[in-house]
């Protein structure tokens, strides 16, 4: 994993030997302005994520109890998983990061067990849950994130190809 986001890291590679203009300095100096409130963002995950994941949970059970019978452990190792990321990608402020380390390849396993379609509606519950118990402004951080998950999931399997064909070109 690298230490710091994909484009600031792409940013250096391409600059190596040479003085960043200060065009190129813009996007790091956001990344600093940031840090402070996605670092905090962060240590609410950190701290709150699996209350937050259990809510999610027992909602989704109110909507889906045979898939919360079978499969529950499941659901809550993949959504921590989900919430983890997430906060690791905030704190990078680097959706790359999220989607190739986990998006693409949860999706991959949801949809070869035909699981895409409730697992949409659990991290439903899951933006519900966090919409309503934690602030705006870790919100506006996470919110991306789960909406990722969401739309990857609503993604039919043969298109769901065509992205990770268009994610390794990249």
Not at 63 to 90: E, N, W
Request: contains cysteine; hydrophobic residues 35%; aromatic residues 8%.
């Amino acid at each position: 994993m690298q230490a710091i986001n994909s484009k600031l890291q792409e940013l250096i590679n391409e600059n190596e030997g040479q003085y960043l203009s200060p065009g190129d300095l813009q996007g790091m100096k956001r990344y600093l302005q940031t840090f402070a409130e996605r670092v905090k963002t962060y240590e609410m995950l950190r701290e709150k994520g699996d209350l937050l994941v259990r809510h999610a949970l027992k909602k989704f059970m109110s909507l889906h109890p045979d898939i919360m019978q079978k499969h529950g452990q499941r659901c809550y190792y993949d959504m921590t998983q989900v919430m983890r990321y997430s906060a690791l990608a905030i704190l990078k402020d680097d959706p790359r990061f999220f989607n190739d380390s986990l998006v693409l390849w949860q999706c991959n396993i949801l949809t070869a067990y035909q699981r895409q379609n409730s697992c949409g509606v659990a991290y439903r519950c899951l933006k519900e849950t966090t919409q309503a118990h934690l602030p705006s402004s870790a919100n506006q951080y996470l919110d991306p994130y789960i909406n990722r998950m969401i739309e990857a999931l609503d993604i039919p399997p043969k298109l769901m190809a065509n992205v990770q064909k268009a994610a390794i070109a990249t």
